[in-house]
């Protein structure tokens, strides 16, 4: 394989650039050699090749100061970089850049938990904590804060943030609890979001805004800046918890438990973002298909009716929490349950008749921040599992709950894929997440699954819902459905990119900004 | 046809001694009697999965559901072991995420197999270097239903350096039906080959 290099960068300017970057972090951070170090840099779930996301080298910096002297290097050469913190997006890229031949800038050693203040309930961290670093620092210290961590907790909570990623707890929604940061912009200067930027200021991770427009989410989902730092709110270990689930037996039933959990979310009777999740998300926790269904194509509704009956699971199962004191949770479920019960078959579960159950006992966890790995067991239910996350947006409403789950488990069936999903209600919102799930050893059904979710952008974006996030491969497209007003939101994005980055060194593509040059062209 | 002599040359086989601890339901592998620390991780509930740490050793504990439990254990093999060897047999997932979690470490995969059961059928895909990969299918093979046995026992004997990596199926018919698959892998460090 010849070495990926980016774009209009010869061998001989790429190794002077990377002989300028190991003078500054040590020859031991930076990572070259193509068959070892540099795949830990690809995305085993891309839908394509992996030499379209092939990163030509790594480098981990330790230092504000070392980003710094970086940036300039890159800058000099114009050579694109692509900023990751834990670097494990995947469903969504992994840790692989949005083009072949970047350098990757990997925060990993930037793993300092700066200050954990129990009083007021926040944490600062730099890019590098994963969920289970920062966890395990609050149990040995004995503090009784709870951190929210996305289904893998591997992951940390800058780059999660990054990419405006969601948990299960009641501060499961990252971007909203996180509270000031520290950015590197991409000549060098070094910027504080909000309070931070006050003269010796201690309400940087207290209070957002500061004075003058917010910035900092400027900074996620775009490519504008490096995050260096992040404050995050984390939740008091409440008195008490009682996480339970709601199984229910028809297709129709979705519709319906939507339109009865809004005004509880709301309300906040409900306390966490309640999640719908279908049978076969549940059931991939304990079984694979091949168990029970040995055919091509999606699982029949017969061998569905089947699993469902033995491992008493509904055909959506719903999971949600409520959290304070015992006499608050007692009312909260008292109005729980008077409103549930009114769909007819719908059971309740509890820790006393679920526990020991896989999807149970791992959704529990998450919706007290307990970290763990667990839903990586969903990707057993095809051999080899891979999988790219089709994440619509949508009214917390049934109606249009109904209509996104038939539009695309209908293509799914059609281009013979299972509907793997799950909705996650928010404040007002709904994450819709349809797992799309193929063999990632299959080059034939990787291109289908590459096909089926083009085209579910289109009939998506038909529909009037835009995706929340998503893959490398499908930035530019979606970017594209983001478009009123002749491209406006676009142009505004090009026009900081222009100005805070004009030559195109930070993660060029990401979302689908671009910089000038290479605008058009991907 | 792969001889256990065959790999010999390349490797010695250890008796493995273990070390587990059962609140962590792990199957732990620590063998340093012939200079090669060994950490094998196999699936708690697949027969073959525990066909094979049985042989690996005496002692009987597994992988659950949850592979997160064995990061640290994980990191630590990699941080003390440089020149140590992790090797598996367990679920497609589980492979995938110690994976990534051992290239931190500059451990990346020298072999790994696909062991897929549809009824009858047994097939092993194997993906090792150009000189071993026909072998290891060739002889995963031979060993019938034993295969997992003769996984335990070769464990060390795969092949550990980082060459390209090319495929090789074997297929066989088994005396059982059954619905399966499973990843048997190994991982070692870059720097050390
Ligand atoms: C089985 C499975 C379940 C999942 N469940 C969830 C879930 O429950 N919730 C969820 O949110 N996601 C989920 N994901 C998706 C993903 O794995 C997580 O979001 C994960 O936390 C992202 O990886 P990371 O935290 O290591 O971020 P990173 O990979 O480090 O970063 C993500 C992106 O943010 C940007 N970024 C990162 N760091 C910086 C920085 N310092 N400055 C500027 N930009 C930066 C980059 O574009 C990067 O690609 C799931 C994935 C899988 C496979």
Redesign the pocket.
Known sequence: MTKPLPQGISLGQFNAAIAEIKQVVGKDYVFLDDITELRSYRDA?NTTNDADFAPSAAVAPKTVEQIQKILAIVNDYKIPI????????????????RKAGYVV?D??LMNKIIEVNEKHGYAIVE?GV??YDLYNFLQEKGIKLWID????A???????????????TPYGD?LLMQCGMQ?VLADGTVVETGMDTSANSKTGALYKYGQGAAIDGL?????F????R?GIWLMPEPPGFTPFMITLENERDLETVTDLTLPLRLNQVIHNAPMTVDLLWEAAMSVSKRQYYTGTGPMPESNRQKMAKDLDLGIWNYYAAVYGPAPMMKNNMEIIRDTFSTIPGAKFHFDKTRKGDPGWDYRVK?MQGIPNMT??S??NWVGGGG?I?FSPISAADGKASMTQYQMIRKRAHEYNFDYIGEF?IGWRDQHH?F?LMFDRMNAEEKKRAHELFAVLVDDAAALGYGEY?TH?SFMDQIANSYSWNDNALWDTHHALKDELDPNGI??PG??GIWPKHLRGKS | MLSRRTFIKSALVANAALLTNPSQALQLVLDNAQGQPLLTLADEKSPAAKQFITHVSDDNSSLGLDIGVQFERVKQFCSESPNGLISGLSRD?DFFVIEQLAKDYGFYPSYSANHIQQGNNLSHEVSASQQSADLIAHALAQAGEQWPVWLAHNTQLLPQGHQPMVASKSQIQSTHAAQDFLVSWSLSAAKNT
């Open positions: 779930y692509w900023t990751i913190s834990t670097g494990k997006n995947f469903a969504y890229g992994g840790p692989a850049p800038l925060l990993k890019p994963s969920y961590c996305a289904a893998p591997w992951g940390g909570f800058v780059g999660n943030t990054s990419d405006h990623g969601a948990g299960y990252h950015v900074f996620t989902q775009s490519n800046g490096v995050i260096t992040m998450l839903e990586f969903l990707l999988h996350n996650l997440i797992m996030r490398l930070l993660s990401k979302m | 997932s």
